[in-house]
């Protein structure tokens, strides 16, 4: 673990800082029309977003979420560490897109859109939502055969694979170096994927 907070902080060295909107990120999003099964992406200012796109190399976003509804309201399920009430552990959950993209959490994200048949995409949406309720944890191994725990882009990969869609063609990135040495899956596959497209940036 010291090992691997070391390379952290190493690599952070060489990531230029993020410049941020005067505009907090959830007043930018107000506009924007979703549909259940969408993307949201968002970069955070912190030493875990640093780190992700520091090793993510052809991404500008650390984290990503599956937008669901519930009642009238627009939530996103997500998974990430480090945010879990003092005593519980990481796990998937369901917030708000003004908490999701609060300006401690983000300072920029992205909307990207499934081009299908809008039906998968919802499937995609309930399979989040049940995930959501048997409150999976955090897969800190970041191990993507293992399904038992999950990280935020296995989380979004999983469920739309349960709708029939496989959106990044069972492609992983491997990486060699010390603390992270294994085939990995970063936002910047997601938002790659030929079968979205993004509809909104802020």
């Known amino acids: 673990m010291r090992q691997k907070i070391v390379l952290i902080l190493l690599l952070l060295l060489a990531l230029p800082a993020c410049k941020k909107s005067s505009v907090p990120v959830q007043e930018r999003f107000v506009h924007v029309s979703f549909q259940e099964g969408d993307l949201v992406f968002r970069r955070g200012s912190g030493i875990a977003s640093s780190a992700v796109l520091t090793v993510?190399?052809?991404?500008?976003?650390?984290?990503?979420?599956?937008?669901?509804?519930e009642g009238s309201e627009w939530m996103v399920v997500h998974i990430t560490p480090g945010e879990a009430p003092k005593?519980?552990?990481?796990?998937?959950?369901?917030?708000?897109?003004?908490?999701f993209l609060k300006s401690s959490r983000a300072v920029s994200?992205?909307?990207?859109?499934?081009?299908?048949?809008?039906?998968?995409?919802?499937?995609?949406a309930l399979e989040a939502v049940t995930i959501c309720r048997r409150k999976i944890l955090f897969d800190h191994a970041y191990d993507l055969s293992d399904t038992t725990a999950m990280y935020c882009t296995e989380l979004i990969r999983f469920v739309y694979l349960k709708a029939g869609v496989d959106l990044t063609g069972g492609k992983t990135e491997r990486v060699h170096i010390?603390?992270?040495?294994?085939?990995?899956?970063f936002p910047s596959q997601i938002m790659k994927s030929p079968f979205l497209r993004e509809i909104e940036r802020f």
């Open 56 to 69: 993510d190399t052809g991404g500008s976003y650390s984290h990503v979420g599956i937008v669901v509804k």
């Open 178 to 185: 010390p603390g992270f040495n294994g085939d990995y899956l």
């Open 109 to 124: 994200g992205a909307v990207m859109r499934f081009t299908g048949d809008p039906q998968l995409s919802k499937r995609a």
């Open 87 to 99: 005593g519980e552990k990481d796990s998937v959950k369901s917030e708000s897109l003004s908490v």
